[in-house]
Nanobody, 128 residues
Framework: QVQVLESGGESVSPGGSLRLSCEVS????????LAWFRQAAGKDREGVAA????????DYAASVEGRFTVLEDNSRNTIFLLMTNLQPEDSGMYYC?????????????????????WGQGTRVNISS
C-alpha cells in the first residue's frame, strides 16, 4: 500500500509565499520521479514541477519557472514545493504524485497519466 500525503496549503495574499510538503510511504512503487500537480476549478490537472529522486534534477511548467522550487528530503521520503510571488492564477488544489511509469522524455514527469498514486490534495488560495 502506497500513501501520499500533502500538507501546507492555505490562503495568502498576492506576492506571498508558501511551502507545500508531500510525504510518501509504502513499498513497491517506482520512486524514479515525484511530482506536483495542480487543478483549478473547471480546468485540467496541470503538472507544475517534478523531481528525479536521488539526482535532484527538476522540471517545471513554464508558468511557474523561476517562482517555484521543488526539493527532496530523502531521509524523510518527502518532497517540498517552495512557491514565491504567488498570484491569483496559482490558486487551486495541489496534488503530489508517485509511482511514475512509462518512458522518460521532456516533460514526461509532468503528465498526470504517468503516475499511479495520488494524495488527496491541499488547497492553495491566493486573493487580496
Amino acid at each position: 500500500q502506497v500513501q501520499v500525503l500533502e500538507s501546507g496549503g492555505e490562503s495568502v495574499s498576492p506576492g506571498g509565499s508558501l511551502r507545500l510538503s508531500c510525504e510518501v510511504s509504502g513499498n513497491n512503487y517506482n520512486t524514479y520521479y515525484l511530482a506536483w500537480f495542480r487543478q483549478a476549478a473547471g480546468k485540467d490537472r496541470e503538472g507544475v514541477a517534478a523531481i528525479r529522486r536521488g539526482f535532484g534534477s527538476t522540471d517545471y511548467a513554464a508558468s511557474v519557472e523561476g517562482r517555484f522550487t521543488v526539493l527532496e528530503d530523502n531521509s524523510r521520503n518527502t518532497i517540498f514545493l517552495l512557491m514565491t510571488n504567488l498570484q491569483p492564477e496559482d490558486s487551486g488544489m495541489y496534488y503530489c504524485a508517485a509511482g511514475f511509469q512509462g518512458a522518460l522524455g521532456p516533460g514526461a514527469a509532468r503528465l498526470p497519466d504517468r503516475f499511479n498514486y495520488w494524495g488527496q490534495g491541499t488547497r492553495v488560495n491566493i486573493s487580496s
